[in-house]
């Protein structure tokens, strides 16, 4: 999981661009949802390096239009999983 890029829209919003398992997302939400996202992002990759046999979700934030979520998965690999609002 990476963190390609992230700029401040005309409108105020900000697009951001993540590297998953060599797929690319790009997502975009107020500057309060960026740092939700972003701060999910570091509890998860912390998590992953001292984990072995998790197997569940942690959390999900919202980014605009987008529900994301951040689990673990055995061996310490990071899940990502981005869906639709509700």
Do not use: Y
Request: aromatic share 4%; net charge negative; charged share 20%.
């Amino acid at each position: 999981m990476q963190l390609v890029d992230a700029h401040l829209t005309d409108a105020g919003t900000i697009n951001v661009t993540l590297n998953f398992g060599g797929r690319v997302k790009r997502l975009e939400g107020s500057v309060e949802e960026t740092n939700a996202l972003c701060a999910a992002m570091r509890e998860t990759a912390l998590l992953a390096t001292v984990s072995d046999n998790e197997d569940a979700w942690l959390s999900e934030v919202r980014m605009g239009d987008d529900a994301v979520r951040f689990g673990l998965k055995p061996g310490g690999v990071v899940a990502l999983a981005v869906t639709p609002a509700s």
